[in-house]
Nanobody
């Protein structure tokens, strides 16, 4: 049972990336999925979440209107579309899965974690 995060890379400011979070041995639609990120020298923070029931989404203020979380049930994959990227978005991005039906910022509620994918926004 694991989550596989991918899609990170180097992008110029203003550019876009799409991160993927694939489930292996884990049915992602049965879980609330969140994306966290950890910037250099900072604590890990939740930036987006999609609930397992109803597909309700939530975003941190820092990424609202620029990032979009979604999921593809057929592919058992969740995504984070990141647009208008800024240098301050540089971080390692993690996906995580929680059995809870609502979004939560508390990491202890997330049972499964992806390995992280590095996003670097720089010119």
């Amino acid at each position: 049972v694991q989550l596989q995060a991918s899609g990170g890379g180097l992008v110029q400011p203003g550019g876009s990336l799409r991160l993927s979070c694939a489930g292996s041995g884990l049915t992602l639609p049965s879980y609330t999925i969140a994306w966290f990120r950890q910037a250099p020298g900072k604590e890990r923070e939740v930036i987006s979440c999609i609930t397992r029931i109803g597909g309700y989404t939530d975003y941190a203020d820092s990424v609202k209107a620029r990032f979009t979380i979604s999921r593809d049930r057929a592919k058992n994959t969740a995504y984070l579309q990141m647009n208008s990227l800024k240098p301050e978005d540089t971080a390692i991005y993690y996906c995580a899965a929680a059995a809870r039906g609502v979004c939560t910022r508390d990491e202890v509620n997330y049972r499964y974690w992806g390995q992280g994918t590095l996003v670097t926004v720089s010119s």
